[in-house]
């Protein structure tokens, strides 16, 4: 059964390797297979592969160009991207990341969940007490009202909570300096945004070497050269069979 398998697979092949000649000489099992030809075949050959070389070269410069080019975007892009992105997050900086969760309270950078209501962390007054059965942390805002979350002993360690609380403390001054620093590092953050729009010196260089890069790949002598020397062996080989190949 393997014998017949490999049989099977080794005339298909022929078969195959027969019909690619066929088309790429065509005019006849004479012209195509028989040795008195075989000197015609081989300069039509010579003729195509100088051909390919000649193509691929030029058109390996131009893939070359046009990648450099995407590259050159791709960077442009992305930083106007996060151009974006920093005087977005300047400007409304929303609750920030997570920076430690406990009990009823969850605090982010900017603002401080209570049972899942948001208190902002500019201005805000932290107080930390502790008696036998459960600590407290008292969070006032700058209206004067006051958010008292509870930590039963129980589930919570006292120090874990006064830990907790110091963070919050640290969050608010660290918050209290952004807010006042907002206005100069929003403007700061436009300016860059501007600069990183503007910037299009890499990019634009990029893009004239694609199209000169181009311009010579159509006007390539030795692409040129190659291409009529492939139309000739071809009309050669059209006056002897009557078929011009492809």
């Known amino acids: 059964m393997d014998v017949v398998r490999v049989l099977v697979l080794i005339t298909i092949g022929c078969a195959i390797w027969a019909g690619w000649q066929l088309h790429s000489f065509p005019g006849g099992w004479r012209f195509t297979f028989s040795s008195e ?14 051909w390919r070389k000649a193509e691929s070269t030029s058109y390996r410069r131009v893939a070359a160009a046009r990648a450099q080019e995407h590259r050159a975007q791709t ?7 996060r151009a974006k992105e920093e ?14 969760a406990r009990g009823a309270m969850s605090l ?3 603002v401080l969940l209570i049972a899942d209501e948001e208190t902002p962390l500019a201005r805000l007054c932290i107080r930390f007490e502790q008696d036998r059965q459960e600590s407290h942390i008292y969070a006032t805002r700058p209206d004067g009202a006051v958010r008292l979350t509870s930590f039963p002993n129980t589930a919570h360690e006292e120090g874990g909570v006064r830990r907790f609380a110091v963070r919050i403390e640290n969050a608010v001054a660290a918050e209290n300096t952004f807010r006042a620093q907002q206005k100069a ?6 300016t860059n945004l501007k600069e990183a729009q503007a910037d299009t010196g890499a990019r634009d260089a990029a893009r004239l070497h694609v199209a000169q890069t181009t311009s010579l790949h159509k006007n390539d002598h030795r692409r040129k050269s190659a291409r009529a020397e492939l139309d000739a062996a071809r009309k050669r080989w059209q006056s002897l069979t009557g078929k011009l190949p492809h």
């Open 185 to 190: 590092l929003a403007a700061q953050a436009e």
């Open 75 to 81: 960077l442009h892009d992305e930083r106007i991207r």
């Open 87 to 100: 005087l977005q997050r300047v400007r409304w900086p929303g609750r920030g990341e997570l920076v430690e």
């Open 108 to 110: 982010h950078q900017h």
């Open 37 to 50: 030809h075989a000197g015609e075949r081989e300069h039509l050959t010579a003729a195509r592969r100088k």
